[in-house]
């Protein structure tokens, strides 16, 4: 995979929705709610053309019934990869255009974190210009190693993490 960063795209939210929209027609009532996350969900930020949806549903282990609706929309279904009690979803391959975290309702620290961590860059432009301009450098460093990509943004990240739930608690 080839990794590419880029000026925010307002046409992303568009693509989330439709999207959505096909989720909804294959989860029905299994879906509590569907969010918009990620980099591609924050005005003004640089990312990955890289469309990230958050699903909270009422069972996590109901959700792998549905993985050939998910297949015929073009999703790899991949299970927990790497976090208990998620399910993961992406779809384009190489080129991917699209991917799914998916948790049970009451997995409140995974859903939260991902909230809180999008909401909080939405409301600090200068932490969010910081975080992309971090982001374009090391695609720019490492193209094709998505490791040393992820390695490299992880402190970052952490911390905005660490900030962004402070910040959720204290708006409470």
């Known amino acids: 995979m080839y990794i590419t960063v880029v000026e925010y795209d307002p046409n992303w939210k568009n693509e989330y929705l439709k999207e959505e929209h096909a989720i909804k027609e294959i989860l029905q009532d299994e879906l509590v ?3 918009h996350i990620g980099s ?3 005005p003004n930020l640089k990312a990955k053309p890289i469309i990230d949806i958050l699903l909270v549903v009422n069972d996590i282990n109901e959700l792998d ?3 050939a609706q998910f297949e015929n929309l073009g999703y790899e279904v991949m299970g927990e990869f790497g976090i208990k009690g998620r399910r993961y979803f992406r ?3 190489d080129h991917r255009t699209h991917q799914i975290h998916a948790f049970q309702y009451d997995n409140i620290q995974e859903i939260e974190r991902h909230l809180s ?3 909080y860059l939405r ?3 200068g932490i969010c210009k910081e975080y992309g301009e971090i982001k374009s450098k090391l695609a720019d460093k490492y193209p094709t190693d998505i490791d040393s990509y992820g390695d490299g943004k992880d402190d970052f ?3 905005i993490e660490k900030e962004a739930l402070q910040w ?3 708006i409470r």
């Open 157 to 159: 990240v952490k911390k």
């Open 33 to 35: 709610n569907s969010f």
């Open 40 to 42: 591609t969900s924050v």
């Open 65 to 67: 019934t549905y993985s």
């Open 117 to 119: 961590f999008r909401d």
């Open 168 to 170: 959720h608690w204290s």
């Open 91 to 93: 779809k384009g391959g």
């Open 123 to 125: 409301l600090n432009p």
